[in-house]
């Protein structure tokens, strides 16, 4: 069974940091592409951020660009998302998901780990 646990959430006052784990439980780390979502109160559930299997390449939503930065460590199975620079507007639950075109349709989710910006 596939499961991919995401932790490191919280609440952070404008301009502060936060990084985001995505622990998978060893089934497909190595196979798939993983990434990460958002999903703010009232909006769709959004792409931003998300690295292939190698790690050789990384992608980013435009409004994330230069602020958060996505990487995996294979030894331990897990995906980070560091988020620097954080902003209001970046207040959402946030998802990591895997497939193997995970930007456009991931094939597995974990569960959401809430983040909340202060001005």
């Known amino acids: 069974q596939v499961q991919l646990v995401a932790s490191g959430g919280g609440l952070v006052q404008a301009g502060g940091s936060l990084r985001l784990s995505c622990a998978d439980s060893g089934r497909i780390f190595s196979s798939y592409e993983m990434g990460w979502f958002r999903q703010a109160p009232g909006r769709e559930r959004e792409f931003v951020s998300a690295?292939?299997?190698?790690?050789?390449?990384?992608y980013y939503a435009d409004f994330v660009k230069g602020r958060f930065t996505i990487s995996r460590d294979s030894t331990k199975n897990t995906v980070y998302l560091q988020m620097n620079s954080l902003e209001p507007e970046d207040t959402a639950v946030y998802f990591c998901?895997?497939?193997?075109?995970?930007?456009?349709?991931?094939?597995?989710w974990g569960q959401g780990t809430q983040v909340t910006v202060s001005s």
């Open positions: 690295i292939t299997w190698s790690g050789r390449q990384r």
């Open positions: 998901a895997a497939g193997t075109n995970v930007a456009v349709r991931p094939d597995y």
